[in-house]
């Protein structure tokens, strides 16, 4: 039987996550319109990578 704790525990690290992966979206947006083409684009590589280790 999984323990309480480690149902809450996995509950905010999938919200951390989907925080972390809404961030990095908003960081696009935000350095696409700065013009920062590198950061955006190193910005959504995280998201990528956020959104790939939650499946």
Same mark, same amino acid.
Request: net charge negative.
């Given at each position: 039987? *999984?323990? $309480?704790?480690?149902?809450?525990?996995?509950?905010?690290?999938?919200? *951390?996550?989907?925080?972390?992966? =809404?961030?990095? %979206? =908003?960081?696009? %947006?935000?350095?696409? =319109?700065?013009?920062?083409?590198? =950061?955006?684009? %190193?910005?959504a590589? $995280?998201?990528?990578?956020?959104?790939?280790?939650?499946?």
């Amino acid at each position: 039987m *999984i323990d $309480t704790k480690d149902q809450d525990a996995r509950k905010d690290l999938e919200r *951390i996550e989907q925080e972390a992966v =809404a961030e990095a %979206e =908003a960081s696009v %947006e935000d350095f696409d =319109a700065m013009g920062d083409e590198q =950061a955006a684009a %190193e910005a959504a590589e $995280t998201a990528f990578e956020f959104e790939e280790a939650q499946k």
